[in-house]
C-alpha cells in the first residue's frame, strides 16, 4: 500500500524547507506548466500551496484541493496573510473530485501519484472536470534514490505513469531533472 503524506510534526517544514525548494524549485515547475490567463487550476494535493501560490500569478483562480484539513488551515492562512485571493481551498479526495464536470481548465497533481493504490481514479477524475482542450500536469519524484521523497520502491516511472494516462490524454511536454520529472498532457476527446 503506497505511504500518504500526512500533516504530521513539522510538516510546514518538511514541504517548504531549503534543500526541497533547491531541489524542486516551484516556479520552475509552473513555469514548465505554461499557465495563463483567465484560467482555472485545479492542484490535487497541494497541501500548504508550495505549487499553488506560485501557480495562482498565472491564473485568475487556484482550487487547492486537499484531504487534510490541517493543510488547508495552513494554506488559508498562508493566503491571508498574503493577501492570495486568488487560491481557494478544497477538502475533498483526488479519487472523487467534488467539482462538476468540465468546470477547469488545467489539473495539476504534483507528488501525489505514487501515493494511489489506484491511479487511474486521478486520471479519470482530471479528465471528467477538465474542459475540452484542458491540461494535466504530472509531477513526481524519479524513481531512483534522491535526498528527499518516499521509499523507492513506491515511486513510479514517468513510463509507468505513460502507460495509465495516455488512455485519456496526449503526451505534449516532458521536463526531467535527476531528482523529479514533470509530464504535460492534453484531453483528448473521447
Known amino acids: 500500500m503506497p505511504h500518504r503524506f500526512e500533516a504530521s510534526e513539522g510538516f510546514v517544514d518538511r514541504l517548504e524547507g531549503p534543500e526541497r525548494r533547491r531541489l524542486i524549485p516551484p516556479r ?4 514548465n506548466m505554461s499557465l495563463g490567463g483567465d484560467r482555472i487550476l485545479l492542484d490535487l494535493g497541494a497541501g500548504i500551496g508550495y505549487l499553488s501560490f506560485p501557480a495562482s500569478e ?7 484541493l486537499d484531504a487534510e484539513a490541517k ?7 498562508r493566503s491571508r496573510s498574503s493577501g492570495a485571493r486568488r487560491v481557494e481551498p478544497l477538502l475533498g479526495e483526488i479519487t472523487s473530485l467534488p467539482l462538476v464536470s468540465s468546470s477547469v481548465d488545467h489539473v495539476l ?4 501519484y505514487h501515493e494511489l493504490s489506484n491511479p487511474r481514479r486521478l ?3 482530471s479528465w471528467r472536470v477538465l474542459r475540452d482542450g484542458g491540461r494535466l500536469t504530472i509531477v513526481d519524484l524519479q524513481k531512483r534514490e534522491t535526498p528527499i521523497g518516499p521509499p523507492v520502491n513506491e515511486r513510479k516511472t514517468p513510463a509507468e505513469v505513460l502507460r495509465i494516462v495516455n488512455r485519456r490524454f496526449e503526451l505534449r511536454s ?3 531533472t535527476p531528482v523529479y520529472y514533470q509530464l ?4 483528448k476527446t473521447l
Request: without cysteine; hydrophobic residues 55%.
Open 28 to 31: 520552475e515547475v509552473v513555469s
Open 58 to 64: 498565472h491564473v485568475s483562480t487556484v482550487l487547492a
Open 71 to 77: 493543510m488547508l488551515s495552513v494554506l488559508s492562512e
Open 109 to 112: 497533481a504534483a507528488f501525489v
Open 123 to 125: 486520471v479519470d477524475e
Open 174 to 176: 516532458r521536463h526531467e
Open 184 to 187: 504535460g498532457f492534453i484531453k
